[in-house]
């Protein structure tokens, strides 16, 4: 019979999970923000010891793998090859997994906050945590990179049951049926209808999944909310930062990882457009209450950290940079589509950030001067004086892309 998770059996649950003693007990319980689709309740032990207890509550009748199955499962991938468990902002907060109940037991970091959460109350955007993101994630993609014993672990774990299928996310948005008129509201089908409308934008997300190139460990769901940052990173040398949720955590394409993070710095200076209908999108772009200038010194550092820390991938792939820039605008155009799954909604602002995300895909030479404010052997420059790197290609008289005369609805 399956137990379902509530605050009036939790300790219960713990301690015959031997997660906690009788003597131990619990001080109090409380449930984090409900915006997640699965149940959360955050326990706090009399010896300050605080355990995020999440149960999944969709049903997997189906067949189809637990998504906390993936998480425990890379928390024993850490506990087999300590070479990335070292890596302590990857570290493993995972205690317990009961498939069977589908619960996943994480200790909780009470002097860490989520870093999007960070970056919306103090308009701070510092070079050292974003670098340590870079850092820490070149360290995964890094120490994995090619290697065969990881990618065998993730395939077969345990006992020899394939577990795993491969997933490669440059799908693009899913077909459109007759059903979406009842499940979307009537502005979204907008989102769809361009979406189906621009060729040029469903070639660039077909080559980027012809070209799909998996070759090291990925996190696959790189959103600034699966960061933390610590609350006294201003004093700290090490570990600012903790990657966490690894829900989605495969084998895959480093560039996905990158192109997700990029794309969630990008939507800070999105989501503060200045959006209405008398204004060209040039002109929403440039109001932004957060405006681009703000956000790349961050951007730029996080890259170039990520290099420097990994600089192999760019003999591996001559155009990695390019199809970060690709990702992001793919990344981008997953979020307009979940927003608009869960809140039912879809505005001006995301028809800005669709036409943002489509130049992205299709133009990346351009979107990289974009995104960065500099060309690519500009990024590149520290990254080759440390490092013997590839020749780039002679560099294009390049203009910035976002700049297409594109009318906002309604207008
Ligand atoms: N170990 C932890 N320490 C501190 N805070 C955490 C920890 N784990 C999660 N959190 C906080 O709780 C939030 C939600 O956790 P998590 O990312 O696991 O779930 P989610 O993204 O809401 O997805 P799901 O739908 O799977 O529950 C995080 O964004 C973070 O703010
Ligand atoms: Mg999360």
Known sequence: MVLSLSSQNVIQYLQDAGLCSSEDGASKESELPDRSKNFNLLVNLVDNRKLLVK????????????????????????????????????????????????????????????????????????????????????????????????????????????????????????????????????????????????ESLESAIADLAYEWNPCCLTHNDLKLNNILVHSRWQQLDNCLVRLIDWKACAWGDPAFDLGTLLASYLEIWLSSLVVDSTLELEESLRLAVIPLEVLQPSILALTRSYLNA???????????????????????????????????????????????????????????QTVFGITQPEILKPVAKVHKLPQPEREKQLVRLYYEKTRLRGC
């Open 55 to 198: 149960q999944e509550r969709s049903n997997h009748h189906d067949g189809t793998p637990h998504e906390f199955f993936n998480e425990w499962l890379f928390h024993q991938l850490l506990q087999q090859f300590p070479v990335i468990g070292n890596i302590s902002a990857i570290a493993s907060l995972v205690l317990h997994f009961d498939e069977e109940n589908s619960i996943l037991v994480r200790n909780y970091l009470s002097d860490y906050q989520e870093l999007r959460n960070f970056y919306q109350k103090t308009d701070i955007f510092a070079d050292d945590i974003a670098s340590a993101i870079g850092t820490t994630l070149a360290g995964l993609h890094r120490a994995t990179f090619n290697g065969r014993e990881y990618r065998d672990f993730m395939a077969t774990a345990p006992a020899g049951q394939f577990r795993y299928h491969f997933y490669n996310p440059a799908q693009g948005i899913e077909s459109i049926a007759p059903e979406i008129f009842g499940m979307v509201p009537t502005e979204a089908l907008q989102f769809y209808t361009l979406y189906q409308r621009y």
């Open 310 to 368: 990994f600089p192999m991938i760019l003999d591996y792939r001559h155009d990695f940079i390019l199809r970060v820039i690709q990702f992001a605008g793919l990344a981008l155009i997953y979020q307009i589509q979940d927003k608009i799954k869960c809140r039912k909604d879809f505005d001006n602002a995301d028809m800005c950030m669709l036409q943002v995300a489509k130049n992205l895909l299709t133009m990346p030479e351009q979107g990289v």
